[in-house]
């Protein structure tokens, strides 16, 4: 039951967040979202909109609900935005995560990384550290991402009992991938334009 709410919410936010704001007011954005969830009951032969989604990207890790969570709260203007030093720290966190395991997991490395998701105790041990330091750093964003994931992992709210898949998944990892190279790409282009203007 939880993973066919999980579909609908997941659902609703990815829509939200891919569609431009067309200069709505806040309220109408908050119908917007609500309407999206009700979209994403829409049955088409025996399967909701929602159940399709989920037959292509599985149930996401929490730490992706809690992202979106995140920027459709911005979308709404209900939270500030983050700074672009913690915004680029969470997307280097995950890719990092992402690239560890996934490559592993298609065989391109002898290690399996994803085996020690199923006694996770040195994990949970490094990721209470690492979120104590970014809690220090007071990178809320990720702190919360982490925090959500592992208790939702002791609470077993997912009927996987690998601790990866609460932290990580393909759609997380690809988009901050793809993140961090267009930053960058535009880091890069800022650079050349910087030293052309001084030559």
Known sequence: MINLWQAHISFAMILFLLLPSFGLSKA???????ALLAVSFIPLDGLTLAAY??????DL???????????????MDVLPP????????????F?????ALYPATLGLS????YRFGFS???????????????????????????AGATLAFVVGIKPSHNYWDYLVDPLLGLYCCLALLVLAIGWIFGRL???????
Not at 28 to 34: D, E, F, I, K
Not at 82 to 93: D, M, N, P
């Open 61 to 75: 890790a929490v730490t992706t609900l809690v992202f979106m969570a995140w920027g459709c709260l911005r979308r």
């Open 120 to 146: 996770p105790r040195p994990m949970l041990v490094f990721v209470a550290l690492l979120t104590l330091g970014l809690f220090h750093l007071r990178n809320y964003l990720a702190v919360v991402m982490l």
């Open 110 to 113: 002898d290690l399996d990384p």
């Open 28 to 34: 109408w954005r908050v119908a917007l979202l609500l």
């Open 82 to 93: 983050a700074q672009q030093g913690q915004k680029t720290s969470v997307l280097i966190l």
């Open 53 to 58: 989604l989920r037959s292509h990207i599985d």
């Open 193 to 199: 334009g910087t030293l052309r203007r001084s030559a």
């Open 95 to 99: 890719a990092v995560m992402a690239l």
